[in-house]
């Protein structure tokens, strides 16, 4: 056998020079996956863009577009782009305009070693067959290069210890694109021996690229914080569509667990004000209308809001604009306050968890800082309560859980959801690895939204491989099709890759495996309810 | 001996370019990582960033766990142990816990290299205090044991560190990879340390083998002694360690401290804003500094605050 040639990696600099695709998916070198999923031919799920489109829109980085960004039209409007990406830098690293992550961005910009101790731990890089520009070093030295030779009118001395990179539309056309190949799980920073947090770094850039150039990912900016703000929520719906669409669903619920479910809104006083991320409301119902279930049989005092935005959890400025995070956390602390409700419960939805709890909570002063709580710890509450009659036998089949990076790696609720499912759920079985040291979806930092383009063909191949993975480990001895198998979910953007996932891979088909929520189980578990809560078709 | 005689021309005489330049290159360390560490201090407080499992979450850490996963956890006491950042640090210092867990083909090579390192500071720190016991006229060196003993402590700490040092320097080198990935700083950091042990070990044989020299220097240079002269190999290690030691606080060798930051301002900084606690002051005044971030949502000028742009809408 002829030995392969060898190729020269690609470098930090080379993402200036101008080429076609800098570091191309390469299907031979995926990562299989266990049998017999490893007869399904990578080529199968991916899609290259056409000729015309790559006219149209730059893919140079991987031929991949998650952006669709236009070459500018004239050298001048390259100059204006390059011009504003320059005091971007400056403003990334001022205090007045970057105070929020400024000293955790100084202190991973000036710490890399470069040891490479996170490599492995980024499922992207090791599952794309180790594509240097997904290593996580790879962006975070092109900022730092960057950094070095342009920030703050540059400085020549660190920019030759840096290395060497050169500014042009190449370098910041891949470096946007190369911000969406990361989905911001961090454990490359749980890792790092140092603390640096290169996970940051994505974060940051894609602030950069949005907050000064107005460059963002059309679903999460345009169609998602924009919308949300403008309309009440990024699905589009408006207060009398949510309010006629939980109506729909407490009949439903009504009809299937015999007593009669009724969601209240905007009921002032109430103890708990319950945050759905409002995709549940259309595209899983039985969300929703479990949560009702289960607070109407513990009477819970609880209410939804109709107001703009607080009837939708989402908060896509976490991921990348500081300005539209903030925006949205204060409208639903605004309604929090005008219900004066005693706490706000974060349904099923990880990176709403994070947002409304960990990352504002610095900015809700007095009486903004109302009291948030994981619906999985409230969850558990409930249920250790007693006031539920739990039937165990009723979940008699494989289950296994994901961990939401947000719920889990960034707000350390591991325990909780485990504890319900080891109650409900005899044949519970964990993935490898679980808890804090799980692995991502594939799907996070809004890539479960985002497939312009071929963006969802690399959301399958490669970001969501490793969940795929981990999911087929955990059921190996039981993936006959006849046995029907649960991945527990309880986040509601995870629960969208994994729709997207397990169609890609036909795991409904070939395996029997369903996805769902938390809450949909411990519904079905109730010995007042009739059986069959769950309903096993995949949608 | 040659090297006793030079402590003794080195006491009386003037002050040596080697004096000078130690002080000034050891000024230059001390006052840049000053500089440095007052940087990151005065930096102003920044949104939670937390990464699970956090050190100090008394009964939960050993899976990750927050007080997250109270009910209704605002209302109860927070347990935090000091004990375990201890030693969640101590554990990554002493048997570089993450490298062995994730980068296991580079662990024994920093191993080495970082213990060899931990030694020489500790040689260095002995050399210190033997000058300044000696200044106060209170005991010499002899509490070490001799000169024997530090010239064995000298050849383990040196042949750690240099055995370590190549070793990383040849993974660099020797892995594709490895090498693409670093910056020319990391190569510049290795050989540089690689020939400060050389000299080290020429003056280790060739001068110096129970380190008499080198206390008496350090002796003169507390004394801010001025006088004689030193061999020159001797002078060409001092200078070219003070000369590393300027450099170190612009590189990122400062991790040493900077793990502090890190660590327990970053990764472990999970203490919930609630009443009493002194945020509010703070947080107001960063929500009173100029935006002035450009794109259409924003608009920033440089005169509308923070408070400002988040009570607007921003347009698409």
Known sequence: MK???????????????????????????????????????????WKELTAERRQEIDASLDGVSALSLKRPEDPQEEERLLKGFVEGLRKLLSVENNWTFLQPLQLTLDHCTHCQTCADACPIFVMSGRNEIYRPTYRADVLRRLVARYGNGGNPIKSALTGPIELNWETLARLAELSYRCTLCRRCAQACPIGVDNGLVTHELRKLFSQELGIAATECHANGSMLQLRVGSSTGMTPAVVRDNIEFIDEEMSEKVGFTVKTPFDKVGADVLLLHNAGEILAWPENPGAFAVILEAAGISWTMSSDLVAYDAINYGLWYD????????????????????????????????????????????GEDNIPRESALTFLEGIVNSGVLKLDPSRNDFPVTLHDPCNIVRAMGIVEPQRRILRRIAPRFREMTPHGVENYCCGGGSGFAIMSPNNFANWRMLVSGRIKMQQILEAFKDELDPAIPKYLCTPCSNCKGQFRDLLRAYGAWERSRILYGGLVELVVNAMADVPPGFLEWEFH | MLASGHVVVLQEGPMTVATIGCVVLLAGFVLGSLYKAVRYVRMPMHVRWELYPVAHEKGKVSYGGSYFEELDWWTKPRETSLVGEVKTIAEEVFTLKAVREHNPKLWLPSLLFHYGLYLLFLLGAALLLGGVADGLGVVGLGWLGGGKVLSLWGVVALGLATLGCCLLLLRRLGDPTLRNASSPADFLHLWWLLAVFALSWANWLVVDREYTVAAGFVKGLLRLQVGGSVPALFVAQVLLLGAFLAYLPWSHMTHMFAKYFTWHSVRWDDAPNIAGEAYREKALKLLMLPVSWSAPHIKGDGKKTWLDVVQERGES
Do not use: N
């Not at chain 1, 998916?25 to 049998?35: A, W």
């Not at chain 1, 306050?337 to 504002?360: F, Q, S």
């Open chain 1, 322 to 365: 500081d300005v539209q995070f903030a925006r949205v956390a204060l409208e639903h602390i605004k309604v929090a306050k005008k219900l004066k409700v005693k706490k706000i419960v974060i349904g099923e939805c990880g990176h709403a968890h994070k947002a409304l709890t960990v990352i504002a909570d610095r900015l809700l002063l």
């Open chain 1, 3 to 45: 030995p392969e040639p060898l190729v020269p990696p690609v470098k930090v600099r080379d993402i200036a020079k101008p080429t076609p695709a800098l570091s191309p998916l390469d299907l031979q070198k995926i990562v299989p996956l266990p049998p017999p999923y490893d007869q399904i031919d990578p080529q199968t799920l």
